[in-house]
Each structure stands twice: as C-alpha cells, then as structure tokens.
C-alpha cells in the first residue's frame, strides 16, 4: 500500500508562464513517452510478478516515484499556464496577433479544467492504458521499460532545449538525470540475469528446437530484385555470430514458400452476395480457368 | 514503393478448425504485441529517418517482410472459422453446451466480417496507431524494437502451446524464428554502433553536464520508513559502476527536495465556486492556519 | 511525493481461483466505475487545486488510498487465475464441454500477461483517461466524485452477490465500506460548503442575471403532442420551489422560438458537389420555392 | 428540434431471453455498422449542409426515424437479458457447463448496467464518434450512407439467421426492409443529381485539368513480376470506357517514378543519436559508397 | 420514437464569425461535459429503466430536448466558420501573422468537414461512447446526471466569458439555464426519494450488514507519518454524525492489514524467463532470505 | 507476400517547408479518409475473400500501391518540417507573433518523432484500425471502398487549393488523379456484376420474402406535425420505381406501431435503489396509475 507527502520531490518554479509549453509539457504527463506510463507499467509489472520476490519490490519503488514525476510535470503545467489569455477580445487586444496564444493552447487547459494539467498528450489525446506493457517476461518488461525510458529522455531533452525558463530547465535537469538512471536499471537487470547471451532470444524458456531452425539467424531482404541493398551487405545482423552465440548471421532473400490460399465459400448465413457464392464445381472452374 | 505476389510467404495449415483459437490468433495480427504494430513501426522509423541511408534500408526491408506475416495470419484466422457455429440453435443443438463456442468466439468474426480476421487483438478491440513507435532517435527505436519482438515472440509461444493443429504449430514455428531473428538484429545494430557504452544514456547527443548528475546514477527507493529492500541491496543497479562506465551506482532513499505547491487562484472566468476564489488575504490566513 | 510499503491494505484471498471472476474484476480495476479512474482523478483534481489548500490535501489523501485498492484487485485477479486453462486441448478434454472455460476468459490474461491483471474493464477494453474529471470547480468535482463513489460501489455489491468464494467477498466487503465512506466524504464537502442552497446552481460564482432565467426553473417537455406524460405532472422537479430556494419550478412544453438555419454556400475550395454551390439568386428562388 | 413518443415505432417482443443474442444485438446498435453511427451521422450531415435546403429537410427526416431504431434495439437487448445468470454458482449449477453462458455474455451487461444495453459493439468496444462522416459533400455523403445501409443490412440479415425467436425475427424482418430503402435513398439522390456520369470523380467541382489525368484511369498492378493477374486482364475496370464516360480504362503496370527520398538530417535539438548526425560531408561520403 | 421540426429550439446568430469560436464551441458539443454525452446518456437511462414509469418518460422527454441543443451548436460551429481561412497564403497575406487562425482552427471543419460541426471535442478527438453512464440504479444515475450538467454549465460560462458576441452571448445564456434546470431536476429527484438520508449509500438496496462496516465512516489518512493534516482535523467528514444519519464520522490513519503477497509461478507455458521458474524449494529459500 | 523497391512511386518535392501544411497533410496518411485506411481496409478485404480469387487478386493490387501512397505523404510531411521551429524562444524571436507556427504546429512531430510523420490525423488524433471496413459481402465492400475514395479526394483537392508550393500541388495532382481511378475501379465491380439492379438490396442473397416489404420501398417523414416537407415531395426517392426496378416509392408518415416497453424488475442482485424494486402489484398499480 502507499503513503503520501505534501512536499514535492524536487522543486518546481516557473519564472515566464507560458500556456504554449504547458501543451508541450502534457506530452510528458499522458503521451505514451510519458509519466503516466511508465508509472502504471511498472505497477502492473510489479502487481503481476510471479517470478522472485526481488522483482516485485524492484518494479514497486520506482512506479512510487514516478507518482511523485507527474505531480511535479501537473504542477509545471498548472504554473505555466497562470496569466493565459481565456477570452477571444483579450487575446485580440494584447498584441493584434489575431488570438495566436489562444489559438495555440490546448484548449481544454482552459475549458474543462480551469487552468489545470489534464492526463492527456500534447496533442489533447487521453492517455490510453493500452500502452502498460506488463507481460509476465522479465526480459520482456526490462526491454520495454528501457524503451520507455529512452524515449522519455529524448522528450525530457527536446523539451528542455524548448524553453528558456530557468525553472524548467531545472525541473527538466532533474527528470532527465532520472531516465538516465531508470535505462540503467532495467538493462543492469538483464545483465544480471547473464545478458543477451543468456537472455535472448526472448522468451529463454521456449525450447530452441521447436522453433524452424532455419530462418533463425537470417536477414531476410525484401527488395522485388532478390538483390540486398549494399548498405546492409556487412551489416552487423547479415553475418558472423549471433549476439546469443547460438546461431550465425546470414542474409536470405525472401521468396514465397507457401500457397495462394484458398478459402471455402462462407456458410448462406454469411450473406455474400450471391455472385460470390459459386458452387464448388464452379469454384474449381474458376481456379483453373485463373491459374 | 512496394510490390505483391499471391503466394504466401510460408505455408498456412489448419487441419482442426478452431474458432476459439481465432479469435486467439487475433492477439498476434491486431495485439499491442503483434504484426500491424511491428509493420506500420518499421516503415514510419524509415520513412523518417534523418540519419544515414543504411538505417532507412534496414527498415523498410523487414516493414514489408511484416506485411506478409499479417497476411498468414489473417489466413490463419480465416481458416480456422471455417465450419464455425454461427446461429444460437445450431451451437445449442451439437452439444447442449449452452452455445459455448458461439458464446467463446469473437462476434464480429461472423457478424462483421463473414468469417474472416479483423484488425483487432483477441478482445475485439482494434488496434490504434499509437502503438507506432518512431522517436528519430535510433537507439530508442532499436529498443522499442527488441521490445516489440519480445512481446511477440512470447506471445507466438503461448500460442504454439494453446493448440495442437500440425498445421498451426508449424506456422508458429516459423514466426517464433523470425522473431528470434528480429530480436537479434535490432539489439545488433546497438552493438554495431558502439554497444550500451557509447549508447546510453539515450540521446547519447544531450551533454550530460546539463542534467543534474547527482541523480544519474543512484537507485531511488520509496519505502515509507527510508529504508531499503533487503533483496535490493546489492542489485547490480544498487552498488559498483554504471552499464555505460560513467558513473557509480548508488542506493538513495527518496524524500522531499521540493516546495508544498500553491498555485494561485484562476481568473474569475475560470469559474471555481466562490468559496475557491478567496481574496489573497485571505488565502495568506488560511494558510498559515492550515500550516 | 509518495512512498510505498510491500503489504497490502487489507487481506486479500482466493480459495477457489476462478478466471471467469477475474474477467470480471477487471471492471473494478479498468471499468469506467474502476479504481485507476478514481485514484488518477483525485490526483488530477488535487494537483490543480487553485482554491483553499484543505481541498489539495483531503483529494491526495484518498487518491493515495486508491493506489493500494488498485493493488488489492490486481492481486485478487492474479490469484484467481492461477490454475487456469491455458490450452484448447486442456480445456476440451477437462469436461468436454468445448472449452467453455477458456471460451469466456479474457484472452489477455493469459497471452499478453502470462496470467495478471492488466489496465482494461471487464470486456478488455483498456482504460482511457478522458474519464479522468477534473473542472477546477470543487463542486463539480465532489459530484463527480460521489458519482464515481456510487456507481463503484454499484459494482462491488454486484461482483459481491457474483462469487462465494469466502476470501472474495472478504474483500469485496472491505472496498463497499470504503465506497461508503468516500460518497459521504465527497458529499460532505458540499454540505460544508453550504449545501445545495449555496453551491448551486454550479459555477455558483456566475451570476444568474447573465442567464436566460425565464428557463433557469422549467421542466421542458418535449411530446409531440405537446402534452405532459401523466407520470410526471406533480414531481418535485415540476413544481414547487426549486432545490435552490431562488426559483418556482413550472412545466413547459417545448417548442421553437428558433429559425430554420440557413448556412451560406461554402467557398468554392471546399469543394462541395456542383450542384451544392448555388449562386446566391438561386438559392433565394430556391429558399422561397421550399417555404 | 425534436419531439418524442412514449410507444415504440414497431414492436419488439422476445418469447425466449436469451443473453448472448443480446451480446450480439449489440453490433447493430454500437457497432460501425450500427444505428447510433448512422443516426448521428445523417444528423450531423443535415446540421452542416450548406448546399439547397432539401438535403438538409431530406437527412433530418431520415435521422429522427434512427433514434427510434436505437430504442427498439436498445428495448430487445434489456429483454433478452431478463433471466440471465448472474452469479457464478448460479450458472454453475444450472447445468454444469462452467459458466458458459455467463461466460459468453457482456460482463458490462449486468456489472455496469444492471441488465440493459450500452452503446458498444458486440465485443464491448463502445462506439467512437470518429464512424460519424459528414464531408460536406453530398456526393461522398451519399456513398458513405449507402454503405452504411449496406454493411447494416448485412449485419441483420446474419442476425437474423442467428435467433430463432419469432418476436426477434419479426422486429428485424422490420429493420431489414428500412435499410433496403434507406440503400434506395441515398443511391437516389446520385440518380436525381444525374446518376455517376455526372457526379464522378467526387467531388465533381475540382477541375480535372488540375489533376494529373495521364494516370486518372489506370488501373495500377503491383506485381513484382510486372505482370498482370490474368483473372484481372479483361475486367470492367481495366478495359473500356470509365464509368463517367471522360476516360478509357487502361492497365498499367507500377513502377518508381520517384526518387530515393533524402531528409535533411534534424536539428541538434532533435537529439537523434550523435551517430545519426553526420556533417555534411560525411553524410555526401556515405551516400556515395552506399549509391 | 422520435419527430423533428425545421425549426431551432431557441435563436442562433453570429455577428461576427469566429474559426477559433467554432473550434472552441466543440467542447461543448463532443466534450466529456457536451451534448452529446447527456443526450444519449438520458436516451440509454431511460430504455433501460426497470424500475417505475416514471423515470423513464422524465429522462426522455428531457434526452430529447437535448437532440436539439446538439443542433443549435452544430449550427453555431458551421456560422462561426463563415469566411474562415482555408489556405496558407490567404492566412499569411492578410496580417503577416504567420497563418495564426489557421493555425489555431480545428483542421478537420475544414479538411474533413467542408467548415461544419464535427461529433469531437475542441482538441479534435471524437466522442466516445464509453461516457454514456446508465447504471440501473437510479440513485447513481441521477448524480452522474447532476455531474454532466455541473460540468456543462461550467463548460458554458466559460465560453460565454471568451466571447464577445452578442449572439453567442444569447445562446449561451440560454444553454446556462437549461443546465440550471437539468441540475436542479436530477438533484430533485433524489430529494423525492428520500434525499440523500435514505438514498445513500448508493445502492441502498445493499444490506449495510454485509459491509466491513469498521470501516464504513472512517476518513483514511495517508501521510508516510501517520499524521492527519491539520487542515482536515475538523473537516465536516472526519468527525459529528454522517450525512445519512447511520453512523459517526471518525479519522484512521491507513496502515496495512494485508499480507505481502506471494504469487504462484505460472505454468511452464505462460513463458517467462527461466530464471523466474524456480523450484518451490528455491522460492521458500529465496523468500526465507528476502524477509 | 510483398517487396520494396527504394524508390518513390511519384517524386515528391518541396520547395517552401510549411510545418503547418504538414500538420493538414496528416489528415491525408492517419485520417479516416486517409491512405492507411484504404491499404489496409483493402488488405483485410483481400485477404478474407471467400468468393472467385478475381476478388483477393483485385483487392491486393490496390492495397499494394497504398502502401506507396503513405510513404510519399510521409516523406512531403517531413520534407515540410525541415526548418521548422523548436523552441519558444526561436518562434517569438522570429517575428514577434508570439509562436504562432509553433502553437499550430503539431507538437508530436518534434516533440515525438524528431521531425517526422506520425500515423495520426490532422488533430493528431491516432488512426484507429475500427475503420478498417471488410465486410465478406463484395457489394457492401466496394460502396466502402468507393467511399473512402470519394472522401479521400475531396480531402486531397481541399489541400491541393490550401498550399501555393508547386512540388506539393504536383505531388496531390497525382494523388487526385489516382483517388479518381479508384473510384471507377470499386464501381466498376458493381457495374460488371450487374448494376445496383441486380446488386440491391445488399445483402442480395437474403430472400426479400423475408423482410417487412410493407416498409422496403417507403420514406418515411419523422415531422410531428405527420406532413411532408414541400422540398420532398417529388424527390427521386419519394415516388415512381425503386432503382432496383423491385418496387415502388411512396411516403410514409411516421407513426408508433410498437407498444410502450414495460421492463421487468431486475433481479435483487441487480442493486438498483430499493425505490425501483416495486413489488409486482406495485408496479401494476402504478402503470395502471401512470396510464
């Protein structure tokens, strides 16, 4: 179970309000690069784990903190946005610039939550809890963590190259410094279970030798020629050793080894229309007259 | 631009029509784990890519390798419904089961598409572009690929165990390679461009002196009584050097570094109840009597 | 900022795991009357909190609360699967009954979570954060909360009166009585703050002379024949003071006061049909002639 | 404006409830093919004409009588429902069938509406006004409501032959015949507007000069072999006058006209991978040894 | 069933037209607080009732009246785009403002729309039906009601602030009074039943014995330090008598009273990694440890 | 299966980069009258046929240069961010029109994908794989096909009049050109099997024997005063031949021929207020009452 505090994790100020990066900070609220994500990920991962204890406490530490990382990005947005233009005239009269602020907000900022941070992208759409990844395959949710670290950082950074505020750089300073750590974490996991050599492929437990061997270790090319684009001839994933040391690379141009399906006639109750459904006779007709 | 041939890229076999394992199936075309994802992420990474030409032709050589592992699968689906109960007294009649396999199936698998697959996950629900992850960043995407192939594959093995059709096992055996095969070659060309070392933090472009280094490397823990999981103690994430040797691990028992946040009261065209728009007297009271 | 503890709130058990009941628990955990839709909104609610500091502080309390109900129901859903058909042929051959078990699980428990709750209702339908209410107006905030509050406990009764197994209803005891208190919590807000008399109608800091008051206290019906069912004649809403004390309730029979709209052609790049784009001496023809 | 009745345009009556029939009905009231879309949509459509005033008359007559269809559907699915098992020992019990009927039901069915229909498809995905089309255009209207009509009418003739309630069939031997007319409607208007010769391509206001016409009535094959399916060779569409009689149908087979695409690599600020971000001359290097 | 009239239900006029009005306007219309949402939360109510008469003709008398306040905004978007941008050179050339209107427009009343009304709210995400609440149990439903319309009107006098226009104005003052009305009617019918006294806890129809009522009037604290704040200490819900007269409000400061949970290992074929598969004997160990 | 090839289908050029005409340009790639929509609605058309393999043969062509169609407006969506502005302070700097491109730029094509396109609408809004229409009935399929096409060119001609850059015009010429040939195509396929006389009423498989043919050829007016609009009454659907040559047009004043529904009470377990669990007696009092 949780507790909470009053305090924040780490200081927010804000110095130019400015209800334009109040939209852009939501992406890092509710878009799928976002707090909101990652929190609700590592939850689940952690709620779910049938695997070592370990685990389980792990994932639980690190989604509480990220509560505490969108309480801080809630309250930079409801910050940025104190003094936004809420009327059309008001707008109009500032600067004659035909309402752009007003016209650049997230307008629900304003309509639906009276200056206040919404669990939405920077583009108003809701955050959607399709995007808690949780599997029960601790390579799996480390993998998918680490993404969604890597892409938080690269928002965190392009975020903070955006504003000049000297509070949001710092606020952001510090989030950034987090996913720093946070892709660590999750890929010290894996290496501590062996690395890729042992962890890979993913999931380890499905034995190798019911999977077709073949195709394995091969990049296929789908170029309509057969031939391989030269940029990839010596790529690191078209030869030598597998990263798992259990196979090698090659390159395999991709042709079709299977049939051009066939389906039966639906059932009368599928209710083709009635050119479509032939008699078998008809269909076998059809196909040789086809072939 | 792209091209098409009828044939299949690997056989598609079903010798037990099984409208249950339809509608399973359905979590590998229209899943968050599945091939529209992985499809529409590769070809939107290439189709973006900023960086050397190499990465767009690696992309686009495997998006439309995918786009014939949904066409097998889409085959699969509609196979597998072939002879499927499709009125409540015939499924009432075979086996005086209470319409259980009509009851099990997907609906829209009759009612919406005939007897055919839907780009969809195995509850029905459609799959939504979010899921398209392309940062621009190549590391980012490299691990959201991994990760989309770990999903994948784990989700290829559970249901390689759900079913025991030759036909379908041996489908899945194929796809299992394949994803064996993805999984190496996005996690090689981190390797082949310096490895997690020179990778991490992702964006390694973002000068680390801007974030607030004191953080970077230090496992926050969130126990109420400051204290630290025994399990956790020497996690390779808790204590020795980093993953990217610029640092040294550390354990940090998170408490409060921010301010109690005030927010200042909306305009009055925010329209909170009265009672919220107190005069900043006072609020100065209040607060002090509330401190 | 939060932190966290290993144990649960309260005692969660399962003596007879049932992955059917676990389908169905997904509603409180991912269902619009859920626990992630109240916990996330009281947060969103308290971090925008313009008004007194007290309302801040009374929502994060129970927000916080609400994590740890999250987690008792993911932990209910987990236990409940375990031991769950995890195979066509399992289910088949367990009792014949054409795996009806596995028919009515949600697929994702077992494919895309190797058997753990995830973030979706019942129907596996993933939660959307646009339930999330938050208006900045703390009345409308505590109806929506008792709202939450009602229809959550509405759900809890009937997942009660679904099961009886000991454990679960053990729990389902627990989270009604807590639904019994928050509807009172958030009511009792409004009672502190006046009552109806005071807060409504809501925004009460809008004055009612800007509003159309000849309809602010009519009960609008709307019969073709323009009576008024005999149902409703003497309801408190028809007639009386209003709940307000500011107004007469009366009844009145809807009809137009409006004109026929009439938009103007839109401009020729927005490319209507020829025919649609009329010049303006046609369409007056046009207009009179349809008069 | 609008007006209601308290009796329902025809009768719906169901002799034997049944709660997965009322899963199914549920497509036809919340699905894409269903009648909250088409309602919704001809209304918005009549809400936004700007062409002469009889479409907008002719779209709100047609909208009014769909409400009234939602109602019906609406009023069969809360009967079907009467009885349905509502506890898992209940349906247990009943025959020993594991649940299936509960199992196969919509748990939003009794969970969140206490035996009554929501507005979602038969897979409980509720309804998303994005299915809502209204262009502007009367031609596009018009195919987009002929289409709805269309794929409705498929739905309840599989409906249809899905039940064998004799009330049930007589309400949708009722729906069946409206969309037969509704089809001959909207296909009317383009009959009354002059028939597809005049009304093709829509929009029939673009100036044909403006568009590249060389490729205006190609059919395009994208066999990687450059051939064409001999199933295709003589069909309506690749030989012949077009339909709108201002072209000759013509076979051509795709191939690239374009470049390979170059972008520009981002801005620092972008913060791709330092490996991403050659200079220039690098950049021009690569091109060559990869050209 | 249903009949419409030309006519609107109340004067809609713009003076001067408004593209980022229109836009803002679509809260109102596809929002969570808009139109749409109450109209078919009304209809759903009120077919799904079973309880008396009554209720069902109240709610659709009055989801019919709304039909109609969706039609006067959709006829207030489309007037408001009247002379609306729609190109980029026509935006740059009139005020050099680099295209700030189009800019800051819904693209969509353009591109999709042909400048009219689109069913999505002022961020452009269309209305999903999963905010139609109909929950069986009138109680509820009547809150959720009292809530849309709380919200609605909030939603309503912030926009009549942002604009200026007499006509807007008009129209808006008179939707303002009809969410007066529809606030006072949901709330009053609550006070029929009994008020609050006897409706609460919703479902009254739940025997309170069932309940852990220990924990039925207990405000629950959160702080980490088991504190209470001292802005809540005599706040109306932690202490006196309850609002429905059944028990004593009282202040517990949260601790757990549940276990640490200890999931099963999942079955070999739910594939997690290996080294999450441990022998029974290493978890006790392993567990053993980690106490 | 499918190949690739480097190169466009079409050259796309830019001359004058416009973040804003990449944000319009989305509607073209995620909307739902976009290029996504239509190659994968022809792909799951293709790949679930069950009628002559002319049909799959058909369908897999088209969907094939789709795929060529999202990458060249992916390309022109990057090619017009190149430039654009990435920070506040850049924007403002520029021209002192408070970020006006910024705030109407879409914030996800830097913020998410470094300068690039995203597979979401103009609003971005994410495609959603819902309006993927693929009926198993031909007819029904290709009026959804011709649809798409219909509105996927007045949604092309709209941006082809709001952009004065000659490589984009040249570009959308060439798409216009294409969405006029598929037009044809998908009418074609109806011409070739009959014209709507023998395709309509689709289903045509379904015996109009059972439908209601009382009501297959009637409009229906929904005016409560049970006229006919004057703009009506000689419309093409009103009166003379239906277009299937089947019957005869006439109108129909709407009227209730269905009773007015009387639900039962629901079960205990439903949980309703007590107030609508009437006794049966009760409740015919009442009706009786209410009547």
């Excluded at 939501?26 to 070592?52: H, K, S, T």
């Excluded at 670290?149 to 000049?164: K, P, Q, Y």
């Excluded at 990049?219 to 020629?225: G, I, L, R, V």
């Excluded at 078209?238 to 141009?253: E, I, M, N, Y």
Aim: glycine residues 10%; proline residues 7%; negative net charge.
């Amino acid at each position: 179970m949780y507790y909470c505090e009053p305090r924040l994790q780490y200081p927010v100020r804000v110095e130019k309000p400015n209800p334009l990066f109040a939209k852009m900070l939501q992406q890092a609220i509710g878009g799928v690069e976002g707090e909101i994500r990652v929190c609700l990920q590592y939850f689940f991962q952690g709620w779910g784990q049938r695997g070592p204890k370990k685990y389980r406490d792990m994932l639980l530490q690190t989604a509480t903190e990220e509560i505490g990382h969108i309480e801080m990005l809630a309250t930079a947005v409801a910050l940025n946005l104190e003094g936004a233009p809420v009327s059309l005239q008001e707008a109009a009269a500032k600067d004659g610039a035909v309402n752009a602020v007003l016209g650049g907000m997230n307008p629900r900022h304003f309509l639906s939550a009276g200056l206040a941070a919404t669990p939405e992208n920077s583009n108003g759409v809701p955050f959607n809890c399709s995007h808690v990844y949780a599997t029960g395959n601790i390579a799996g949710d480390m993998l998918a963590n680490a993404t969604a670290e890597a892409t938080g950082r690269t928002l965190a950074c392009r975020l903070h190259d955006m504003t000049d505020d000297p509070g949001m750089k710092d606020m952001l300073s510090f989030l950034i410094a987090r996913d720093t750590m946070h892709q660590q974490q999750w890929l010290a996991v894996i290496e501590e279970l062996g690395g890729f050599t042992d962890q890979l492929p993913v999931p380890n437990s499905f034995p190798q030798s019911e999977e077709n061997q073949t195709f394995s270790y091969a990049y296929f090319t789908s170029q309509a020629d057969g031939g391989v684009p030269p940029t990839l001839a010596d790529a690191r994933f078209a030869t030598g050793p597998s990263l798992d040391g259990k196979g090698q690379f090659s390159v395999f141009p991709n042709r079709p080894m299977g049939q051009e399906p066939q389906l039966a006639p639906g059932p009368k109750s599928a209710y083709s229309q009635k050119e479509q459904q032939l008699g078998l006779l008809d269909k076998i007709k059809q196909t040789i007259a086809g072939a």
